[in-house]
Protein backbone atom coordinates (compact mmCIF):
# COMPACT_ATOMS: atom_id res chain seq x y z
CA UNK A 1 0.00 0.00 0.00
CA UNK A 2 0.84 3.27 -0.78
CA UNK A 3 2.13 5.62 2.05
CA UNK A 4 2.17 9.42 2.56
CA UNK A 5 4.31 11.43 5.00
CA UNK A 6 4.00 14.80 5.82
CA UNK A 7 7.03 15.23 9.01
CA UNK A 8 6.05 18.87 9.66
CA UNK A 9 2.76 19.41 11.40
CA UNK A 10 2.91 22.97 11.28
CA UNK A 11 4.65 26.23 9.85
CA UNK A 12 4.97 29.84 9.74
CA UNK A 13 6.23 32.26 7.63
CA UNK A 14 6.40 36.26 7.43
CA UNK A 15 3.55 37.40 4.93
CA UNK A 16 5.57 38.35 0.93
CA UNK A 17 8.08 35.38 2.11
CA UNK A 18 8.42 31.79 0.68
CA UNK A 19 7.97 28.71 2.85
CA UNK A 20 8.32 25.36 0.98
CA UNK A 21 6.22 21.95 2.82
CA UNK A 22 7.96 18.62 2.99
CA UNK A 23 5.97 15.78 1.66
CA UNK A 24 7.70 11.94 0.95
CA UNK A 25 6.19 9.00 -0.15
CA UNK A 26 6.22 5.53 -0.41
CA UNK A 27 5.03 3.24 -3.65
CA UNK A 28 6.38 0.73 -6.07
CA UNK A 29 4.40 1.93 -8.73
CA UNK A 30 6.26 3.66 -12.20
CA UNK A 31 3.17 5.79 -13.13
CA UNK A 32 1.52 8.25 -10.25
CA UNK A 33 -0.16 11.13 -9.68
CA UNK A 34 1.01 13.46 -6.75
CA UNK A 35 -0.89 16.15 -5.67
CA UNK A 36 -0.86 19.37 -3.07
CA UNK A 37 -4.48 19.99 -1.77
CA UNK A 38 -5.13 23.12 0.80
CA UNK A 39 -8.15 23.01 3.58
CA UNK A 40 -9.13 26.86 4.80
CA UNK A 41 -11.10 27.08 7.68
CA UNK A 42 -13.99 26.64 5.81
CA UNK A 43 -12.71 22.79 5.22
CA UNK A 44 -13.86 22.72 1.66
CA UNK A 45 -10.77 21.12 -0.65
CA UNK A 46 -9.14 23.24 -2.40
CA UNK A 47 -6.38 21.58 -5.27
CA UNK A 48 -3.61 24.09 -5.22
CA UNK A 49 -0.86 22.03 -8.04
CA UNK A 50 -0.77 18.45 -9.60
CA UNK A 51 2.19 16.47 -10.93
CA UNK A 52 2.38 13.52 -12.93
CA UNK A 53 5.31 10.89 -12.09
CA UNK A 54 6.20 10.43 -15.53
CA UNK A 55 6.94 14.11 -16.12
CA UNK A 56 10.56 15.27 -15.10
CA UNK A 57 9.14 19.20 -15.29
CA UNK A 58 7.98 20.58 -11.86
CA UNK A 59 4.62 21.69 -11.90
CA UNK A 60 4.11 25.51 -11.48
CA UNK A 61 1.12 27.31 -10.96
CA UNK A 62 1.30 30.92 -10.33
CA UNK A 63 3.24 31.32 -6.82
CA UNK A 64 3.38 27.72 -5.99
CA UNK A 65 5.55 25.11 -7.03
CA UNK A 66 6.64 21.94 -6.69
CA UNK A 67 10.12 19.89 -6.29
CA UNK A 68 9.32 16.67 -7.44
CA UNK A 69 12.47 13.76 -7.03
CA UNK A 70 11.00 10.59 -8.44
CA UNK A 71 14.41 8.54 -7.21
CA UNK A 72 13.65 10.21 -3.79
CA UNK A 73 10.16 9.93 -3.52
CA UNK A 74 10.06 13.49 -2.09
CA UNK A 75 7.59 16.25 -3.50
CA UNK A 76 7.79 19.52 -1.48
CA UNK A 77 5.56 22.82 -2.52
CA UNK A 78 6.79 26.03 -2.46
CA UNK A 79 5.03 29.12 -1.61
CA UNK A 80 6.53 32.04 -2.73
CA UNK A 81 5.01 35.56 -2.10
CA UNK A 82 2.88 34.11 0.85
CA UNK A 83 -0.56 35.96 1.04
CA UNK A 84 -2.82 36.01 4.41
CA UNK A 85 -4.62 33.88 2.01
CA UNK A 86 -2.71 31.06 2.16
CA UNK A 87 -3.37 30.44 5.74
CA UNK A 88 -4.53 26.64 5.72
CA UNK A 89 -3.99 23.17 5.73
CA UNK A 90 -1.67 21.57 3.29
CA UNK A 91 -2.27 18.14 2.35
CA UNK A 92 0.14 15.88 -0.08
CA UNK A 93 -1.56 13.13 -1.43
CA UNK A 94 -0.72 10.13 -3.92
CA UNK A 95 -2.77 8.51 -6.47
CA UNK A 96 -1.72 5.59 -8.50
CA UNK A 97 -2.42 5.76 -12.37
CA UNK A 98 -5.80 4.46 -13.50
CA UNK A 99 -6.99 4.35 -10.06
CA UNK A 100 -9.12 7.37 -8.63
CA UNK A 101 -8.37 6.78 -4.80
CA UNK A 102 -6.39 9.48 -3.24
CA UNK A 103 -4.05 8.65 0.11
CA UNK A 104 -3.61 11.87 1.77
CA UNK A 105 -0.77 12.94 4.06
CA UNK A 106 -1.47 14.07 7.84
CA UNK A 107 -1.17 17.33 6.51
CA UNK A 108 0.75 20.70 7.79
CA UNK A 109 -0.67 23.70 8.99
CA UNK A 110 0.90 27.20 7.75
CA UNK A 111 0.23 30.26 9.28
CA UNK A 112 1.21 33.31 7.59
CA UNK A 113 2.60 36.02 9.80
CA UNK A 114 1.53 39.48 8.77
CA UNK B 1 -18.78 27.61 -8.49
CA UNK B 2 -19.21 24.28 -6.84
CA UNK B 3 -19.41 20.67 -8.96
CA UNK B 4 -19.78 18.91 -6.16
CA UNK B 5 -22.77 19.27 -3.62
CA UNK B 6 -22.70 18.23 0.13
CA UNK B 7 -25.78 18.44 2.09
CA UNK B 8 -26.41 19.15 4.55
CA UNK B 9 -23.04 20.72 5.74
CA UNK B 10 -23.93 20.33 9.17
CA UNK B 11 -26.14 17.89 11.66
CA UNK B 12 -26.96 16.92 15.41
CA UNK B 13 -28.33 13.80 15.36
CA UNK B 14 -29.47 12.04 18.91
CA UNK B 15 -27.67 8.87 19.81
CA UNK B 16 -29.26 5.61 18.08
CA UNK B 17 -30.91 7.23 14.92
CA UNK B 18 -29.69 7.27 11.81
CA UNK B 19 -28.38 10.31 9.25
CA UNK B 20 -27.65 10.40 5.58
CA UNK B 21 -25.52 12.66 3.87
CA UNK B 22 -25.75 13.36 0.60
CA UNK B 23 -23.13 14.06 -2.04
CA UNK B 24 -23.92 15.34 -5.65
CA UNK B 25 -21.98 16.20 -9.01
CA UNK B 26 -23.50 18.78 -10.59
CA UNK B 27 -22.46 19.45 -13.76
CA UNK B 28 -21.26 15.57 -15.00
CA UNK B 29 -21.76 12.39 -14.17
CA UNK B 30 -19.84 10.03 -11.36
CA UNK B 31 -19.58 6.39 -11.69
CA UNK B 32 -17.58 6.46 -8.95
CA UNK B 33 -17.47 8.84 -5.64
CA UNK B 34 -15.39 8.59 -2.72
CA UNK B 35 -16.38 9.11 1.22
CA UNK B 36 -13.61 10.29 3.55
CA UNK B 37 -13.84 10.82 7.28
CA UNK B 38 -11.47 13.37 8.50
CA UNK B 39 -10.59 13.57 12.56
CA UNK B 40 -10.33 17.36 14.29
CA UNK B 41 -6.73 18.30 13.23
CA UNK B 42 -6.29 15.00 11.12
CA UNK B 43 -6.12 13.66 7.41
CA UNK B 44 -8.63 12.42 5.44
CA UNK B 45 -9.33 8.00 5.92
CA UNK B 46 -11.04 7.28 2.87
CA UNK B 47 -13.48 4.95 4.04
CA UNK B 48 -15.37 3.79 0.53
CA UNK B 49 -15.53 4.22 -3.00
CA UNK B 50 -19.00 4.52 -4.14
CA UNK B 51 -20.23 2.49 -7.29
CA UNK B 52 -23.27 3.59 -9.14
CA UNK B 53 -25.50 0.87 -9.69
CA UNK B 54 -23.36 -1.33 -7.66
CA UNK B 55 -21.83 -2.45 -4.01
CA UNK B 56 -19.67 0.01 -2.42
CA UNK B 57 -16.07 -1.05 -1.85
CA UNK B 58 -15.26 -0.36 1.52
CA UNK B 59 -11.73 0.02 3.42
CA UNK B 60 -10.11 -2.25 5.92
CA UNK B 61 -11.85 -1.73 9.16
CA UNK B 62 -14.94 0.41 7.83
CA UNK B 63 -17.92 -1.28 9.27
CA UNK B 64 -20.07 -1.54 6.16
CA UNK B 65 -23.63 -2.04 7.97
CA UNK B 66 -22.81 1.06 10.54
CA UNK B 67 -22.04 3.51 7.20
CA UNK B 68 -24.68 2.31 4.53
CA UNK B 69 -23.44 3.66 0.97
CA UNK B 70 -25.81 4.15 -2.21
CA UNK B 71 -25.46 4.99 -5.56
CA UNK B 72 -28.54 5.22 -7.29
CA UNK B 73 -27.95 7.38 -10.28
CA UNK B 74 -24.88 8.87 -12.18
CA UNK B 75 -24.96 12.25 -10.17
CA UNK B 76 -25.53 11.17 -6.40
CA UNK B 77 -24.38 9.02 -3.85
CA UNK B 78 -25.84 9.07 -0.19
CA UNK B 79 -23.94 7.84 3.37
CA UNK B 80 -25.98 6.81 5.81
CA UNK B 81 -24.57 6.42 9.02
CA UNK B 82 -26.78 3.77 11.46
CA UNK B 83 -27.60 3.90 14.82
CA UNK B 84 -25.26 6.53 15.14
CA UNK B 85 -22.92 6.70 18.52
CA UNK B 86 -20.87 9.86 19.93
CA UNK B 87 -17.40 8.22 18.29
CA UNK B 88 -19.25 8.72 14.89
CA UNK B 89 -18.94 12.24 15.31
CA UNK B 90 -16.67 13.22 12.36
CA UNK B 91 -16.31 15.69 9.55
CA UNK B 92 -17.62 13.64 6.40
CA UNK B 93 -16.42 14.25 2.85
CA UNK B 94 -17.23 13.46 -0.58
CA UNK B 95 -15.48 13.66 -3.91
CA UNK B 96 -15.65 12.55 -7.51
CA UNK B 97 -13.53 12.48 -10.17
CA UNK B 98 -14.24 14.23 -13.29
CA UNK B 99 -12.23 13.71 -16.82
CA UNK B 100 -11.13 16.32 -18.79
CA UNK B 101 -9.19 15.77 -22.21
CA UNK B 102 -5.84 16.22 -20.27
CA UNK B 103 -6.51 14.40 -16.86
CA UNK B 104 -9.34 13.70 -14.06
CA UNK B 105 -9.60 15.78 -11.05
CA UNK B 106 -11.33 14.82 -7.62
CA UNK B 107 -13.83 17.64 -6.93
CA UNK B 108 -15.04 17.60 -3.27
CA UNK B 109 -18.13 18.34 -1.38
CA UNK B 110 -18.27 21.05 1.77
CA UNK B 111 -18.17 18.23 4.01
CA UNK B 112 -20.90 17.48 6.45
CA UNK B 113 -19.98 17.78 10.01
CA UNK B 114 -21.79 14.99 12.17
CA UNK B 115 -22.47 15.70 16.00
CA UNK B 116 -23.75 12.72 17.88
CA UNK B 117 -25.24 13.50 21.29
Known amino acids: AQTVTQSQPEMSVQEAETVTLSCTYD???????LFWYKQPPSRQMILVIR??????QNATENRFSVNFQKAAKSFSLKISDSQLGDAAMYFCAYRNFGNEKLTFGTGTRLTIIP | GAVVSQHPSWVICKSGTSVKIECRSL??????MFWYRQFPKQSLMLMATSNEGSKATYEQGVEKDKFLINHASLTLSTLTVTSAHPEDSSFYIC?????????????FGQGTRLTVV
Open chain 1, 27 to 33: TSESDYY
Open chain 2, 95 to 107: SAPRASLQHTEAF
Open chain 2, 27 to 32: DFQATT
Open chain 1, 51 to 56: QEAYKQ
